[in-house]
């Protein structure tokens, strides 16, 4: 449990794994933890299922009533749903407030980027360049001969998706190069957002943590960001992703600075 500001919701996290103290593979479960703890909001973390979660997908939450333990808790699920749902009552900041309207297109757009791009690129590194080790990895709580068969089934299902949806359509070259062009975007982008944010204090870096859309405080967009980034650093089933992740500086230090300030107490990735 992190320190708490909040009051009146008590809520668990359910991440797909136990795995204390460590950030677990999905992009959206950590997109989630940094949104919380960026409002310090008390929350605790379980594994739950696929078959628990009220949309099928990782991450869910369930969040149940302080001062009214007698009412059922309630399940939400989907990062984004969970945290609209947490900002409208009031247990964490809406980030994106202030913000003009162009940013907040800015914003949006580079959600969409992360997790409605670059997700398909990573399913299809995952679930089909390194279909061993990620099913072994999501299914481990499974017996072998269960997982040889679930598994079947979700690779299925995920050529399809990825069929329909055009990504697995594309060549493995040509595939590489569209991620690799995406990281190397955001590359871009987080080395212009520090420099801005070092001039804006005079060219002292202390060390403090800079922004993608290069203001003074974070987005909805980082927490999307900082989940995509830490997920293709921790994830063995996305070594190219790992490799070319760990070459880009600025994208290195974007998530250094965010994990050392919000969430120190995870394993950082190597
Ligand atoms: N839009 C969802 C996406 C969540 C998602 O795709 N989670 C993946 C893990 S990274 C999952 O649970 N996949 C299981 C499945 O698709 O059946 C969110 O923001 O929470």
């Given at each position: 449990m992190t320190d708490s500001n909040t009051p009146s919701l008590e809520i668990t996290l359910f991440?797909?794994?136990?795995?204390?103290?460590c950030y677990v593979w999905s992009p959206f479960v950590t997109k989630l933890e940094l949104r919380l703890r960026l409002s310090n909001v008390s929350y605790q973390t379980a594994a739950g299922s696929m078959r628990a979660a009220p949309t099928g997908k990782i991450p869910y939450v369930e969040v149940r009533e302080k001062d009214q333990p007698s009412l059922p808790t309630s399940a939400v699920g989907d990062s984004t749903l969970i945290a609209k749902y947490l900002t409208e009552r009031g247990v964490?900041?809406?980030?994106?407030?202030?913000?003009?309207a162009s940013v907040k297109a800015q914003d949006l757009a580079m959600r969409a980027l992360v997790e409605d791009r670059l997700y398909f690129f990573n399913m299809r590194e995952r679930w089909i360049d390194n279909f061993y080790i990620q099913r072994d990895h999501v299914l481990?709580?499974?017996s072998y001969p269960l997982r040889v068969v679930v598994g079947l089934m979700i690779h299925r299902t995920h050529c399809q998706t990825l069929h329909g949806q055009g990504?697995?359509?594309?060549s493995a070259d040509e595939a590489r190069r569209f991620r690799e062009d995406i990281w190397t975007s955001l590359h871009g982008l987080l080395e212009e957002s520090r420099k801005k944010a070092l001039e804006r204090c005079?060219?002292?870096?202390?060390?403090s943590c800079f922004w993608c859309l290069g203001g003074d405080g974070p987005t909805e967009c980082d927490t999307s960001v900082f989940g995509f980034v830490c997920s293709a650093l921790i994830a063995k089933s996305s070594p190219e992703s790992k490799e070319f992740v760990r070459n880009l500086p600025a994208v290195l230090d974007y998530a250094t600075r965010i994990h050392g300030k919000y969430l120190p107490d995870y394993e950082k990735w190597d």
């Open positions: 991440r797909g794994w136990s795995d204390k103290g964490i900041d809406d980030l994106n407030a202030n913000l003009d481990t709580a499974l990504t697995g359509r594309y005079g060219g002292a870096d202390d060390g």
